[in-house]
């Protein structure tokens, strides 16, 4: 067979195998972006659920100011970087720490330990934290496949050229951080869904995605 037939044929076969590579990336890439926002999802739910909290604190612990303030302006910078998993990391890593001495607040106030609203919005929280827990693996599993078909070879030789760039894991510096948080403080969870009468700010408006 001719050599000019040989190099139509590999051509042939490195632009198929390229079209091929080239839409499994895509598929592949929305996967991640689906996965991120999926992982907002979440965040927005427990960034909403965080002023329901701080105003049953402060009905029983008005004067513990410092702690109040601290978790809403965790949770304000918090909502401010979405659509960054950089950003994301260090702003949930501050947040989860205010939260934590929020709650520990409830050991020195029994009546806000026995408020119903309040062991409510602890297992709503709890619930919360366990589905970015999950969230957030499911985004990390999906980026680690991406990342790793585009920079394997040969895919590494054309990928960038087409777009395709290595996306952030959401990682953060303290593992546990993302583990379900241990908010019920000997308190019982009622067994029946019980309406929160405090005001549900409105959600966070979607970010338009590149």
Avoid: C
């Avoid at 602890?122 to 985004?139: K, P």
């Amino acid at each position: 067979m001719p050599i000019l037939t040989w190099s139509l044929i590999f051509i042939v076969i490195v632009l198929v195998y390229i079209a091929i590579t080239y839409n499994r990336l895509v598929v592949m890439r929305q996967n991640v972006r689906e996965s991120w926002s999926a992982v907002e999802t979440e965040l927005r739910r427990r960034f909403d659920l965080i002023p329901n909290i701080v105003e049953t604190v402060k009905g029983y612990a008005s004067h513990e100011r410092d702690t109040l303030e601290a978790v809403i302006q965790a949770r304000n910078s918090a909502a401010s970087a979405l659509g960054s998993p950089e950003a994301q990391a260090g702003a949930q890593n501050m947040l989860t720490g205010a939260l934590g001495k929020l709650f520990a607040l409830s050991e020195a106030y029994p009546q806000l330990k026995a408020n119903e609203n309040f062991n409510q919005l602890q297992g709503e929280l709890a619930e919360t934290e366990t589905r970015i827990s999950q969230a957030r693996r499911f985004y990390n599993a999906n980026v680690r496949d991406y990342n790793s078909a585009i920079e394997s070879f040969p895919n590494n030789t054309f990928a960038t050229g087409f777009g395709f760039t290595s996306q952030p894991y959401f990682g953060i510096d303290n593992p546990e951080a993302f583990e379900p948080v241990a908010v019920n403080f000997g308190g019982t969870k009622s067994a029946t869904s019980q309406s929160i009468s405090l005001k549900t700010p409105a959600p966070l408006e979607q970010k338009d995605k590149n």
